[in-house]
């Protein structure tokens, strides 16, 4: 199961890293007349009753319109594996750039949101007392109001501030040069949108579960003998947290990461889902278009829902063999 997690991460970090080079068109190109074109595999025809015609006019006789039956195809193609949106847009392209999105904010956030929660935690659990109170009562106040009305409420306070950075692979233009060559459709978008406000957002209501874990540790090494050790030789505090406390703590936190970049990608699909991403390139804000069209174009919000769903596994298994590889009660059992 720890290989397939591998895998599946592995997948999801190549795509989003090379995607200019793997999407067959571009994720912002629209194309009416392709519209909800299904996946490869779902073609399907069907016979409707049409008015009939002649020089113009429809064909009207003893006051009813007469009708044909006509056979209508949807054609799949190739050329859109995943089918197109309701705009003419390639599903498997604005997939594939979705990731890129996903995993900005999974690993920026989950980065953030581990070296406050860190800091808090080992401060807390180090010195106790009530440094120790304060800090921890206010991650309980944190953990009172529920994260995803937490985060809408800052993001209203603060706005959808998005980072454009040019993409390297586009704007050198390699990415043309390695597209024209295969014979594909050139011109990809030029930058790479980095939702500034939702990965400041998801950090702050995901730092208090690394505080928590990071004072528990701190707690139970506080106490050891090479701790004491070191206070005993003149060490300093920050010292002691710094060499002592934060590597023999280390091993649950990282633990934690790999899980809260999974929580991270789901939060960051909600706030897209509903509209404060700051991004259209986002596999929650294509959920929440292709709603409109869930009875008729199913695959519109299904295939970027299928990306969360496998990413979120992938990231669940890894999480699980760390920790079974890297516990020691355990024993390693969870290595590959």
């Known amino acids: 199961m720890a290989k397939i997690g591998v895998v599946l991460i592995l997948l999801v970090v190549i795509v989003a890293v090379f995607a200019p080079f793997l999407v067959p068109h571009d994720p912002t190109d629209q194309n009416l007349e392709s519209a909800q074109q299904p996946p490869v595999g779902f073609g399907s ?15 009207i006789e003893d006051g ?27 599903v498997f392209s604005r997939v594939i ?3 890129r999105t996903s995993m900005i904010v999974g690993i920026i956030g989950t980065l953030i949101a581990a070296v406050f929660g860190v800091v808090v935690g080992l401060t807390a659990g180090y010195y106790g007392g009530r440094v120790e109170d304060t800090l921890m009562r206010a991650s309980d106040i944190m953990l009172a109001f529920p994260s995803l009305v937490l985060a809408i409420a800052l993001v209203g ?6 980072i454009k950075i040019p993409d390297p692979f586009v704007v050198s233009g390699l990415s043309e040069t390695v597209r024209s060559a295969l014979g594909l459709a050139v011109g990809m978008p030029e930058t790479i949108t980095v939702p500034g406000t939702v990965i400041i957002v998801v950090a702050l209501v995901n730092w208090v579960w690394f505080a928590r874990v990071a004072r528990g540790e701190a707690l139970s090494l506080r106490g050891q003998e090479y701790v004491k050790a070191a206070r005993a030789v003149g ?37 897209s889902f509903l509209g404060f991403s700051g991004t259209n390139l986002s596999w929650g804000f294509d959920i929440s278009q292709g709603r409109r069209f869930q009875s008729t174009s ?39």
Do not use: C
Not at 66 to 71: A, G, K, S, Y
Not at 157 to 162: D, E, H, Q, S
Not at 250 to 271: G, K, R, Y
Not at 309 to 322: A, K, Q, R
């Open 235 to 271: 060490a300093d505090n920050s010292y002691i947290i710094r060499k002592h406390i934060l590597p023999n703590a280390i091993t649950p936190i990282m633990v934690l990461a790999t899980i809260q970049v999974a929580a991270i990608i789901l939060l960051e699909s909600a706030l």
């Open 64 to 90: 009813n319109i007469v009708t044909e039956e006509r056979t209508v195809s949807e054609n799949t193609s190739w050329s859109h594996p995943f089918g197109t949106d309701g705009n003419g847009r390639d």
């Open 97 to 99: 750039y979705g990731a």
């Open 157 to 162: 306070v603060w706005g959808n501030a998005a």
């Open 45 to 59: 025809t069907s016979v409707e009753e049409v008015p009939v015609q002649e020089n113009g006019s429809v064909v």
């Open 298 to 336: 199913w695959w519109i919000a299904t295939m970027p829902g299928l990306a969360i769903v496998l990413t979120v596994i992938g990231l669940n298994l890894v999480g699980d063999w760390l920790r079974d590889a890297l516990d020691p009660d355990i024993g390693g059992e969870g290595g590959v």
